[in-house]
């Protein structure tokens, strides 16, 4: 009976230990495959590709005020009207070939008649004369306005004397392929058409690429890798050859 006994403990034991042993199998395995899938999925993140390297929402990268709710169409009614309303003046300025000095001329006119006729018929048409308010520009929006402006003219010299300084020839060449294809397109239409474009594009291209932003990264991708590549090409064949630093340095020894 005692053997019988201390066998059947022996075979207890035998299988708690087995039990234990399969668990902390499991456990290990379970922990592993979670610490191995971690690192996949954060390559994975760091993966993706962002067109111009953002790593902001589009919404963000318009500054996530009023006019990203204007450009991205958060409010439809506000998009559609502004729009609506550059479009008028487009149609208005160059379909209808009428000229803004002219126009400001005739809506001039047209109200200081109006006013002049009230001022003078009140007594026979039994009401009041039209009060005319006195119009006086404050003077701090006005220095305001100036001194951001005067701020981005400065800015805007400064990155022109960095290119100009020749310190990055990269920046150089695009700048000056960017103004000849602007040249270019000067030439098809006037200031006003081409300001018009700019802005139906600025209220179109950049909701649809939030749209669809996960379809055209990719593309956007591999077209960045071809230039990279041609880039490479060109500098290895031209750019490289042309000398720059060195020549400067000699001529001042």
């Excluded at 201390?6 to 495959?33: R, T, Y």
Aim: glycine share 6%; with cysteine; net charge neutral.
């Amino acid at each position: 009976m005692a053997e019988e006994a201390e066998s059947a403990v022996s075979g207890l034991e035998s299988v708690m230990e087995k039990v234990a042993e399969k668990i902390h199998a499991h456990d290990s395995s379970s922990s592993s495959d979670s610490d191995s899938e971690k690192p996949v999925t954060s390559s994975l993140k760091d993966k993706v590709y962002r067109l111009f390297g953002r790593e902001k929402p589009v919404h963000s990268v318009f500054g996530g005020g009023k006019p990203a709710d204007v450009f991205l169409w958060r409010n439809k009614k506000t998009s559609a009207s502004v729009l609506g309303g550059v479009t008028a003046v487009w149609v208005f300025f160059e379909l209808l070939e009428y000229h803004l000095l002219t126009l400001v001329c005739h809506i001039l006119i047209l109200s200081l008649a109006v006013l002049f006729l009230w001022s003078n018929a009140h007594t026979f048409i039994n009401k009041t004369p039209p009060r005319i308010p006195e119009v006086h520009l404050p003077e701090e929006p006005i220095l305001q306005v100036a001194s951001a402006l005067r701020i981005e003219m400065n800015r805007g010299f400064a990155v022109l004397h960095n290119i100009a300084s020749g310190r990055d020839l990269k920046k150089f060449l695009i700048v000056i392929a960017g103004l000849w294809i602007l040249s270019i397109v000067g030439n098809w239409c006037n200031f006003l058409t081409l300001f018009y474009i700019s802005f139906v594009t600025l209220f179109t291209v950049p909701v649809l690429y939030e749209k669809y932003e996960d379809k055209i990264d990719p593309f956007a991708e591999k077209a960045a890798i071809e230039i990279k590549k041609q880039y490479a090409v060109f500098d290895a064949k031209v750019l490289s050859k042309i000398p720059r630093g060195p020549l400067k340095g000699k001529k001042l020894e």
